[in-house]
């Protein structure tokens, strides 16, 4: 413990001193960063692969994505356009995009891909200035092993350590916390780099979609890498109209992972087996109707009160519910505020309509992109970035420095306090009156899809409706005449 304290102490200390700040430092670390893991290659595949029991290349995936992680934020890194930055206030130049490291940051990995879930934050860190802790427990992880042997022999003592679960309220106070493994809502979310592992992801497949693209691309994700990413679809929709050629889709797809069941063994863990109970308790009350084996599973929904309508899947099932369309998918679904990730299968306009209205932290239109399949779930309190889950800026602060004079507009506010001749109250106000600009918006040739709608139900009002009522009008009242004729006679 007190070799641990010490540790921090000197990590604290490199940052009141700001040696992470210089450029050539930072690239250093990278590169030292990087070499240390080429070399370990063989040994880190190996300890991957004992430790998710997944295929070799879902192995080789995670490695690869880790590797161009590292490769990324090392070209972020411009000497020369940082340099400039630097020194442009002795220019007469503005530097308004200063950044600078948050300071100390905190690791807290996940245990899916851990390998990627540590190397991309750490890599952002360095890249962005910081000091780094990273916590790893006591456990039987390869992964872990391996890291403990190559990364404090690659970084600087002075900038990184390994370290237990941080409890000390007073280190966590100054640093930012990467937290993969908090369990809070999407709402709870604070400035820390937390990923929600509860807040779910759900696909929804139009009748306009391409089925054989979709099912292939949500059977892959929801399968991929023990079933266990927190991208992968939690729940699909699919429009009632098209519900059977899809669940046969997806049947086929499932097919081939099934067909790898021999070859990948079963994913152990809490919130998997709790997936695997709520499948079977939906069996048993003959809410579902499953295809599959014990561990892989197409779940078709057919009572929406079952729990695995709500529930954050973990594992290889797939629970697939219908709708009767795009309101439907959207508007009668009790859906997280916003979701992890939605993945919307139809044509241009369909996804456009959805991905307007259901509030995503991620929309994919057509495809599951696999890197996300990797690593943890984004930090939603964040600017989502699409490619490697964190950024510099996520762990950077904007520190800007001017020395230009300011722009024309606030030079006359300030001529006017100082009492120059050059400008009047009167003139200022005069400036302060002048109409905004016209916006120039041409006319609107294009409807919504609301507007589509009231000029469809017009024209069919206009075109059949109201002939039809005038001209039943017109026989009552002809029959009324004639009956009052008769009546008079």
């Not at 002795?90 to 990995?109: A, E, F, H, Y």
């Not at 722009?407 to 001529?415: D, G, H, L, Q, S």
Request: charged content about 20%; hydrophobic content about 40%; glycine content about 4%.
């Amino acid at each position: 413990m007190a070799s641990q304290e010490a540790a921090i102490e000197r990590l604290q200390m490199a940052v009141i001193d700001g040696r992470t700040e210089n450029i050539r430092y930072r690239q250093t670390q990278l590169r030292n960063l990087h070499s240390a893991l080429r070399n370990e290659a063989a040994s880190m595949c190996s300890a991957l692969a004992k430790d998710s029991q997944t295929s070799n290349a879902e192995v080789e995936t995670e490695y690869y994505l880790a590797m161009e992680a590292v490769r990324h934020f090392y070209d972020s890194l411009n000497f020369e356009e940082e340099y400039m930055k630097k020194y442009s206030i002795t220019n007469g130049k503005d530097n308004t995009s200063r950044r600078l490291g948050v300071g100390l940051v905190v690791i807290r990995p996940t245990s899916h891909t851990r390998f990627y879930s540590i190397i991309t934050p750490l890599a952002a860190a360095i890249s962005a200035g910081n000091c780094i802790v990273l916590e790893l427990e006591d456990n039987l992880l390869q992964v872990d092993a391996v890291l403990r042997k190559i990364l404090p022999a690659a970084l600087d003592i002075n900038s990184f350590c390994l370290s237990k679960t941080i409890r000390d309220s007073s280190i966590l106070e100054i640093a930012v916390l990467v937290d993969q493994t908090s369990t809070a809502s999407s709402r709870s979310l604070t400035a820390q780099l937390c990923s929600s592992s509860i807040t779910r992801t759900v696909a929804i497949v139009d009748r306009t979609a391409d089925l054989q693209v979709a099912a292939k691309a949500i059977t892959q994700a929801r399968f991929s890498f023990g079933g266990t990413s927190p991208y992968a679809p939690d729940l699909v929709l699919v429009n009632e109209f098209v519900k059977e050629e899809f669940f046969e889709a997806c049947s086929k797809y499932a097919t081939l992972a099934f067909a790898k069941d021999s070859a990948v063994k079963k994913v152990n863990g809490n919130r998997s087996e709790d997936s695997r109970k709520a499948v079977a308790k939906a069996e048993e009350r003959r809410q579902v109707a499953s295809f599959g084996s014990n561990d892989f599973k197409l779940v078709q929904i057919l009572d929406k009160s079952t729990s695995l309508m709500k529930m954050k899947i973990s594992g290889r099932y797939l629970p697939i519910a219908t709708c009767s369309g795009l309101i439907d998918a959207i508007f009668n679904q009790q859906f997280e505020n916003p979701l992890l990730a939605g993945y919307f299968f139809a044509d241009p306009k369909s996804a456009k309509y959805l991905a307007q209205h259901l509030l995503c932290h991620i929309s994919c239109i057509n495809q599951i992109p696999i890197h996300l399949l990797v690593g943890p779930a984004a930090p939603m309190a964040h600017d989502a970035d699409f490619s490697y889950r964190y950024s510099k800026d996520m762990l950077s602060v904007a520190r800007p420095q001017y020395v230009e004079p300011p722009a024309e507009a606030f030079a006359m506010a300030k001529e006017l306090l100082d009492g120059s001749k050059k400008t009047s109250t009167s003139k200022i106000r005069a400036l302060a009156i002048v109409p905004l600009k016209p916006t120039g918006q041409p006319a609107n040739d294009h409807l919504g899809f609301f507007e589509a709608g009231l000029v469809t139900m017009g024209s069919i009002v206009l075109a059949i409706i109201l002939p039809i009522v005038g001209f039943g009008t017109w026989i009552a009242a002809r029959k009324g005449v004639a009956i009052a004729s008769r009546w008079r006679n």
